[in-house]
């Protein structure tokens, strides 16, 4: 089953309350909320005050994409917020398998997240800890980016190393997921897909729309 997840860094913020509406009478699967901290990656965005008010507004699973520095000192923060899943970055901590049992032993779903030019033998020893892998599709931290096209080969093997391991892990797309992409990244073996400029908050559609339309690429 394929999930559908906004990008809430892309939604109007002067408008959310508007737009998370419409997104889940739309029926979203999961939003996706970017945290970016100036130093992972060379943008800011939101914090928890923020994920704590789109919790209020929605009981769609909350999925927080932590692109931060030392991200182990910050999971309580965010757990607290009663988000669903939590990412981390493999290229973010010293502390990849602490950091993760630290999201676990708070009944959350736990991701890694990989920049493009990781390699995938980075997760080999925390397999048996993971619920999903991000696969960023660009280098992270600004939206309207291009897809690499070289990650269509990642998702491939990355799928092929969930199999052998027998474990119910997804692999989710982040960076540039749209009517262009999406194809190649389901054959590949995507479940989640993080939906920003390229499919959802753009002005061709409502948003509402733009997920139908999304939705079709699936049939
Ligand atoms: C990239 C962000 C994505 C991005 C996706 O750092 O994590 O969520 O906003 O949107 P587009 O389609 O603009 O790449
Ligand atoms: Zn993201």
Same mark, same amino acid.
């Given at each position: 089953?394929?999930?559908?997840?906004?990008?809430?860094?892309?939604?109007?913020?002067?408008?959310?309350?508007?737009?998370?509406?419409?997104?889940?009478?739309?029926?979203v699967d999961f939003y996706h909320i970017d945290i970016m901290d100036g130093r992972f990656?060379?943008?800011?965005?939101?914090?928890?005050?923020?994920?704590?008010?789109?919790?209020n507004l929605t009981q769609t699973p909350l999925d927080v994409h932590l692109m931060v520095?030392?991200?182990?000192?910050?999971?309580?923060?965010?757990?607290?917020?009663?988000?669903?899943?939590?990412?981390?970055?493999?290229?973010?901590?010293?502390?990849?398998?602490?950091?993760?049992?630290? =999201?676990?032993?708070? $009944?959350?779903?736990?991701?890694?997240? +990989?920049?493009?030019?990781?390699?995938?033998?980075?997760?080999? *020893? /925390?397999?048996?800890?993971?619920?999903?892998?991000?696969?960023?599709?660009?280098?992270?931290?600004?939206?309207?980016?291009?897809?690499?096209?070289?990650?269509?080969?990642?998702?491939?093997?990355?799928?092929?190393?969930?199999?052998?391991?027998?474990?119910?892990?997804? =692999?989710?797309?982040? $960076?540039?997921?749209?009517?262009?992409? +999406?194809?190649?990244?389901?054959?590949?073996?995507?479940?989640? *897909? /993080?939906?920003?400029?390229?499919?959802?908050?753009?002005?061709?559609?409502?948003?509402?729309?733009?997920?139908?339309?999304?939705?079709?690429?699936?049939?």
């Amino acid at each position: 089953m394929h999930k559908l997840g906004p990008s809430l860094m892309c939604a109007d913020f002067g408008n959310l309350e508007r737009d998370i509406k419409e997104l889940d009478k739309a029926g979203v699967d999961f939003y996706h909320i970017d945290i970016m901290d100036g130093r992972f990656v060379p943008n800011f965005t939101i914090g928890p005050d923020f994920v704590k008010t789109v919790r209020n507004l929605t009981q769609t699973p909350l999925d927080v994409h932590l692109m931060v520095e030392d991200p182990e000192k910050h999971i309580d923060l965010f757990a607290d917020c009663g988000v669903e899943m939590i990412s981390v970055h493999q290229e973010s901590t010293q502390n990849l398998h602490s950091v993760l049992m630290k =999201i676990k032993s708070k $009944g959350i779903k736990a991701g890694v997240a +990989i920049n493009p030019g990781t390699s995938i033998e980075f997760l080999d *020893y /925390v397999y048996d800890l993971l619920d999903y892998i991000v696969v960023m599709t660009v280098n992270p931290g600004f939206a309207g980016q291009k897809f690499i096209p070289s990650m269509y080969e990642k998702i491939a093997k990355i799928n092929e190393k969930i199999k052998a391991y027998n474990r119910p892990i997804e =692999i989710q797309v982040d $960076g540039n997921i749209g009517a262009s992409t +999406i194809p190649s990244c389901k054959e590949n073996g995507a479940a989640m *897909y /993080v939906l920003g400029t390229s499919a959802v908050f753009n002005s061709n559609h409502s948003l509402e729309e733009n997920v139908k339309l999304t939705r079709t690429l699936f049939n």
